[in-house]
């Protein structure tokens, strides 16, 4: 299990070995596969940090398809991003963003080897500690909470940059500031961020409140077809839904659109636990696990292959939906908190 907060011992190695290799050295920045807001936002945050520290050989990266979510492709930050086939193949440092298991980083796993330094910033529960240096609370509601405070050592100013990357990691990941890891921390941060000169009615609109038409109606047909398992997870109840592939070909969408389709699922007020399976391929489906409280999502998701949070977790599953929803009905009753 991941220590509740990060050893002064584990701030100093990290502070140490980016000020020995960065100034002078090939800086490989590192998300996961298929970035989400705190991904991205927590990643390109730092990589400005690291730009006004005068570092010049710098990429950020993420393994998989090198496509932007819509939402993201304002980020400040951008013009660092390379795909992953032109990622760095020896950096002297790599700094790993929000992955949880080495799994995430996909076929830029091997950097953790050939890089001279690899430091970790996450904030699940599930990490699995690999790399080096481990920057991991699972007390942050963010990455971007971890981030911050890496920048605040190393001495780097908030500028409204970076905080418009870290503020979008934060509102992401907390939902809005409405899910429980919205702690008073959250907030001074949130107020940190928005004293740069930051928007947050435009940062919102952009990310969360945003979608293409054909999205909108792609969103009708999987919710139209979703289905009600009231005596699932000890009778606290399952709500599903899946996603295949020609969903996305009929309506003309890119697959990120369907990471904000579990946020209507989960508002089912019947039930407790909320699940979207979501076609990558042939028989392969990322799956996006909720709850309200009454099952530990993250070890369902870990049982199963993957990571996350207690109330928010995804793994990938194989078969028909029907066939990942049988495995995940299987692992709730095991973990019932
Ligand atoms: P989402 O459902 O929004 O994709 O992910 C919810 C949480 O579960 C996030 O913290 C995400 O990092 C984690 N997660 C989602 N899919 C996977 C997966 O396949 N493997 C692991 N280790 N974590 C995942
Ligand atoms: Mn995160």
Redesign the pocket.
Known sequence: MVPVSIAEAEWAAAVRTVRELAPGGRVLLVC?VNP?GDALGSMLGFALGLRRLGVRDLQATFPGPFEIPDPFTGLPGLDLLVPEAEAYPDPDLMVVF?V??E??LGGLVDRLDTAGAAVVLDH?A?NTRFGGVHLVDATAAATSVVAEELLDRLDVPLDAEIAECLYVALATDTGSFRFDMTTPRVHEMAARLIATGLRPGDISRRIFDSRPFGAMKLFADVLGRAQLDPTAAGGHGMVWTYATLEDLVRHEQRPYVL?AL?DPVRCVAEVDVSVVVKQLGDGEW?V??RSKGAVDVSGV?VALG????RL?????GYGTPGDVVVAVREELDRHLI
């Open positions: 996961h989400d929000d949880a298991s799994s995430r699940h599930s990471d579990i990322a996006s696990l998701a993957g990571g996350g949070h928010a977790a995804g793994f990938t």
